[in-house]
Structures are given as structure tokens and as C-alpha cells.
T-cell receptor, first 115, second 112 residues
Framework: ETGVTQSPTHLIKTRGQQVTLRCSSQ?????VSWYQQALGQGPQFIFQ???????GRGNFPPRFSGLQFPNYSSELNVNALELDDSALYLC??????????????FGPGTRLTVL | DQQVKQNSPSLSVQEGRISILNCDYT??????FLWYKKYPAEGPTFLIS?????DKNEDGRFTVFLNKSAKHLSLHIVPSQPGDSAVYFC???????????FGQGTELSVKP
């Protein structure tokens, strides 16, 4: 069984640029969530995708957007990068149809640095 | 507005002893609680969960206790092992809706 994978591992961008982060869900999972973890903080929910539709969103501006593909992989796009966007971005997958829906399985994350 | 709080940034315990990690929440609508463990350079790993209809859930060395009246949950690790050294996050959700609200984390250090 393949776990959740994310790419790239690390990324350095400058303010104002755009970035795309990628995530492959764990085999059998149909739901993907994205979280932002700033240094010294817990992960903060950005949004969730189920069946290629956004299924809930946290308190993040519209310049954070996402996609989920038919194979359940996902992308997080951030436009007009700001210095405060520097963080670890975590992707988590889960299976909507089972009793263990809330038990999300996380990837290793992408460390984004905005200069 | 921090709905889930872990007030102890760090905890140090001797190997073989009990580790108790605490978490408080403010939103009475939360109905599902989880604990995750995180090693450096890895994503959080699910440890144990509890539904709001229970007050205790056990899995091997890990036990989670939920006190709804106090809006407090705790994770007990017995006996603690050096490999348990990591950052522990508690998280909560409403209606098993998928959105997890995390605490700030507690760094546990288990000394041999």
C-alpha cells in the first residue's frame, strides 16, 4: 500500500510569484485535505476536496486554490506569494465512505520559503 | 481564536514512566478528537482517536481520556519509550466533517 506522497520536498520562491504543490493520495482514498503549518504552530486547514469538488475551506484568501484529479491526486496553487506564506504545506488523504473518515493520513509535506 | 489549545510546549519524562499530554478545547460542537505524532521531516502520523460519546479509548500503550464537561482531553503513554520522543498534536472536528482543528503541539522527550 503506497502512502501519501508530496512534491517537491523543498521550494524557494520570491514574493509575488506563484507556486504549485502536488500530492498523491494513499491508495483507496478519495478525499484530500491541505494544511499549512507555520513554524511552532499546529497545522491549519486550508481546504478539502472530494470527488474533484471543494468540500470545505478554512480561513485562507482566494489566492489559495486547489484541484483534485480523477485519480484523487491533488494540487495546491498559491498566487501572489507573500512572506507569511512561508510554511510547511501538508496534504492528507482519507476515505469518505468508511467509518474511519476522520483518520487522515498525512504526507511528509513541502517546505515553502518565500523571500 | 484558538479553539484547541495545548498549553505545554514541552514535556520531559523518564523511560518507563507515564507521559501525560493535555489538550483543552472551547467549541462544544466538536464530536471527534484525534492525536497525531510528528517526527522532524515527516508528516503527522495518526495515533488514536475518540468519539464524543465515549470517555476513554485504549490502544496498546496509548490511552485517550475525554472529559466533555471540562472540555479537556489527555493522552497517556505507558510505559514511555525513547522512540516516543516527538511532537504530539491533538485535533478536533465537527460531525466527522474532515476539517481538523489542531492544537499547537507538545514536544515530548523521553530520556533513557
Amino acid at each position: 500500500e503506497t502512502g501519501v506522497t508530496q512534491s517537491p520536498t523543498h521550494l524557494i520562491k520570491t514574493r509575488g510569484q506563484q507556486v504549485t504543490l502536488r500530492c498523491s493520495s494513499q491508495s483507496g482514498h478519495n478525499t484530500v485535505s491541505w494544511y499549512q503549518q507555520a513554524l511552532g504552530q499546529g497545522p491549519q486547514f486550508i481546504f478539502q476536496y472530494y470527488r474533484e469538488e471543494e468540500n470545505g475551506r478554512g480561513n485562507f484568501p482566494p489566492r489559495f486554490s486547489g484541484l483534485q484529479f480523477p485519480n484523487y491526486s491533488s494540487e495546491l496553487n498559491v498566487n501572489a506569494l507573500e512572506l507569511d506564506d512561508s510554511a510547511l504545506y501538508l496534504c492528507a488523504s482519507s476515505s469518505f465512505s468508511t467509518a474511519t473518515y476522520n483518520e487522515q493520513f498525512f504526507g511528509p509535506g513541502t517546505r515553502l520559503t518565500v523571500l | 481564536d484558538q479553539q484547541v489549545k495545548q498549553n505545554s510546549p514541552s514535556l520531559s519524562v523518564q523511560e518507563g514512566r507515564i507521559s501525560i499530554l493535555n489538550c483543552d478545547y472551547t467549541n462544544s460542537m466538536f464530536d471527534y478528537f484525534l492525536w497525531y505524532k510528528k517526527y522532524p521531516a515527516e508528516g503527522p502520523t495518526f495515533l488514536i482517536s475518540i468519539s464524543s460519546i465515549k470517555d476513554k479509548n485504549e490502544d496498546g500503550r496509548f490511552t485517550v481520556f475525554l472529559n466533555k464537561s471540562a472540555k479537556h482531553l489527555s493522552l497517556h503513554i505507558v510505559p514511555s519509550q525513547p522512540g516516543d520522543s516527538a511532537v504530539y498534536f491533538c485535533a478536533a472536528s465537527i460531525n466527522q466533517g474532515g476539517k481538523l482543528i489542531f492544537g499547537q503541539g507538545t514536544e515530548l522527550s523521553v530520556k533513557p
